[in-house]
């Protein structure tokens, strides 16, 4: 059986199977090692949680490697589907998040969610909604037979927007919404696992392709991946480990957490698409324009939320729960853009210049985007 030729891994494929399993794992073990979990969330400097970082870094590098800057020389080729994807990434998003999570957890759920943790969730959502997807959107765009070219601008494009962008943004909303924001370590979790490892993914690239080309990329990211795996089940594990109590004599707080990321994801997603059809877009443009908007980069979320809030906060716990939620959902809407290919225009922009080798989604790791 050759599963290379599968678009989406194992891991990929099951994540939420695997997210699932390590949901299990660390209640259980929450509530029998209190201790030991006590003693990882204390291993701190500068608000940030060394154990967690190490493990985002772990999820965050490999992406980074796959991000290829010189992309950006063909940012022009396919204008509509990129200022679909900025205007919705940067524009309407993050907002949507914020105002969707306070009409949830401040009116519609006000009788369910005590107020100090409705803040705190309407938090995490606002994180996870205002950082969009990178390394994962190649895999939905190989299953919904988008142009990988066009895909790797976009991401690239994003990447860097998200550098100057993406602390501003969330330092906006959490004001709005009256939360506190502890500026010093926003920028420090940007920096830290946005800006760090792009740089040391550019330098890691430069280093390999000089060695060996694109073929020594994914090489090495194909070896790397087994930590990025690890990584992020592991931070898993931790938040809800520290999270167990919570979970154990609250379980419908994961539904009610994952119905504003559903109804946020879906309602992102029709609105791309549509533009993306109403502009006659071609559809291997449409499709990852409309995925990118959609899914999350969840691992920074995760990782900025523990900084600002800590490990057994609100926020951190909103984050996981998108990872949960993330590939079903993702899955069901390739699948409706498969199904509705031949609504959408064959094409009339200019395509991006292929590359020497154009990226596949088997190069890129997990975002458990997944």
């Given at each position: 059986m050759n599963r290379t030729a599968s678009p989406m891994g194992a891991f990929e494929r099951y994540l939420t199977l695997w997210v699932l399993l390590c949901i299990v794992a660390g209640v259980v073990f929450g509530?029998?090692?209190?201790?030991?979990?006590?003693?990882?969330?204390?291993?701190?400097?500068a608000s940030v949680n060394l154990v967690v970082a190490v493990l985002i870094w772990?999820?965050?590098?490999?992406?980074?490697?796959?991000?290829?800057?010189?992309?950006?020389?063909?940012?022009?080729?396919?204008?509509?589907?990129?200022?679909?994807?900025?205007?919705?990434?940067?524009?309407?998003?993050?907002?949507a998040m914020a105002a969707i999570a306070v009409l949830f957890f401040e009116y519609l759920f006000a009788d369910l969610i005590a107020p100090e943790d409705a803040s705190q969730y309407i938090a995490g959502l606002i994180l996870l909604g205002a950082a969009p997807c990178t390394a994962m959107v190649f895999v939905w765009s190989q299953m919904t037979k988008g142009d990988p070219n066009y895909t790797l601008v976009q991401v690239s494009v994003n990447d860097l927007i998200m550098v100057v962008l993406y602390a501003p943004i969330v330092a906006l909303l959490l004001g709005v919404t009256e939360i506190a924001i502890p500026w010093e370590t926003?920028?420090?979790?940007?920096?830290?696992?946005?800006?760090?490892?792009?740089?040391?993914?550019w330098w890691t690239r430069r280093r390999l392709i000089a060695r060996g080309g694109e073929a020594a990329v994914s090489a090495f990211t194909a070896r790397i991946k087994p930590a990025s795996v690890l990584g992020l089940l592991l931070t898993v594990v931790l938040l809800f480990g520290f999270q167990g109590t919570v979970i154990l004599t609250q379980p419908m707080l994961i539904v009610l957490i994952a119905l504003p990321i559903l109804t946020m994801t879906y309602g992102i997603f029709a609105l791309g698409y549509a533009w993306a059809w109403a502009w006659r877009v071609p559809h291997q443009v449409a499709a990852p324009c409309a995925m990118i908007g959609t899914s999350s980069f969840f691992e920074l979320a995760v990782a900025v939320a523990i900084g600002l809030f800590g490990l057994n906060s609100g926020a951190a716990l909103a984050t996981v729960v998108g990872v949960l939620v993330e590939v079903p959902v993702m899955l069901s809407l390739v699948a409706f853009a498969n199904r509705t290919r031949g609504h959408f225009s064959t094409g009339d922009e200019q395509p991006v210049a292929e590359p020497s080798s154009p990226p596949s989604a088997s190069s890129h790791t997990t975002e458990g985007e997944l």
């Open positions: 509530n029998l090692l209190p201790g030991l979990f006590g003693t990882l969330a204390s291993i701190e400097f772990a999820m965050v590098y490999p992406m980074m490697i796959a991000i290829d800057l010189g992309s950006l020389k063909n940012v022009g080729r396919r204008p509509k589907g990129l200022v679909i994807t900025l205007t919705i990434n940067w524009l309407i998003k993050p907002f926003l920028v420090l979790s940007v920096v830290l696992y946005i800006v760090l490892p792009l740089i040391a993914g």
